[in-house]
């Protein structure tokens, strides 16, 4: 089965071997994949992590870009289109997404190894984040049990999400008193 | 077929389990046809949405102008 994605992934595997990147992790919808059914998305969420540079404060997307497009891929907006599939890269902005990143697990597709976030660091995300389909997807990991509930708490405690949580739990899994 | 609501809400459960069941793979392949349908959809959508703009009176012809 030819997978687009697969492709994607390979063409990351390589960058990421070249050195443009120091770590990738795919993450968003695609990333939940890997744990829930799949939801329909328009682009592939790619978590990175780059080399320190001595005297390097901003990190700039354009390697990146320099490696892909110099490899077939397609510039669009803040996407690069790889294999028919709009690509985001994503720098890691919070302590939670670094140590995702740093604990991504990875997962093999048609013989290619694919670095995705775990699924309590998706579903710790997505509470972080807080958007009406992030809350969506928060619900499909608790309600399809893809989540181990000790660890995704740890997560919720360790990284300041308590009170999220609660207003999550209230809003969402709590029946009308 | 039923309109029992609670069984209609039993099998989409059980349809959602039995897709994230199925192989990585599989699921990625699905990714591609769900991405294609999204696309065809927002593409008619935007179509309908210019052509209803199209057609729209504008303010000036729908309201009369006070002599």
Redesign the interface.
């Known amino acids: 089965m030819a997978v687009s994605i697969a492709q994607v992934i390979s063409v990351i595997n390589q960058m990421e071997a070249a050195g443009v990147v120091a770590r990738y992790a795919i993450g968003g919808a695609v990333g939940a994949t890997f744990y829930l059914e799949p939801v329909a998305t328009l682009d592939v969420d790619i978590f990175v992590a780059f080399h320190h540079q001595a005297g390097q404060v901003v990190v700039s997307p354009r390697p990146i870009f320099d490696y892909l497009t110099a490899r077939g891929g397609v510039v669009e907006g803040e996407y690069i289109v790889l294999a028919g599939w709009p690509v985001q890269f994503l720098p890691a902005t919070s302590p939670l997404v670094e140590e995702a990143l740093a604990e991504a697990v990875t997962v093999d597709v048609e013989g290619t190894p694919a670095r995705v976030f775990t699924a309590e660091h998706l579903a710790a995300i997505a509470l972080q984040t807080g958007r009406a389909k992030d809350h969506a997807r928060l619900l499909q990991f608790i309600e399809a049990a893809a989540i181990n509930a000790e660890r995704f708490q740890g997560l919720v405690r360790g990284h300041g999400l308590l009170d999220r949580w609660q207003t999550f739990e209230r809003r969402f899994l709590q029946g009308p008193s | 077929m039923t309109f029992d609501l609670q069984r209609i809400l039993e099998s989409k459960?059980a349809l959602?389990?039995s897709?994230?069941q199925r192989p990585?793979?599989?699921?990625?392949?699905?990714?591609?046809v769900?991405?294609d349908?999204?696309?065809v959809i927002r593409a008619a959508a935007a179509e309908r949405a210019a052509t209803m703009a199209r057609e729209a009176p504008s303010e000036d012809h729908a309201q009369p102008r006070n002599p």
């Not at chain 2, 990585?24 to 591609?32: G, Y």
């Open positions: 459960r959602r389990r897709l994230a990585v793979v599989e699921k990625l392949a699905l990714l591609d769900l991405r349908r999204v696309r």
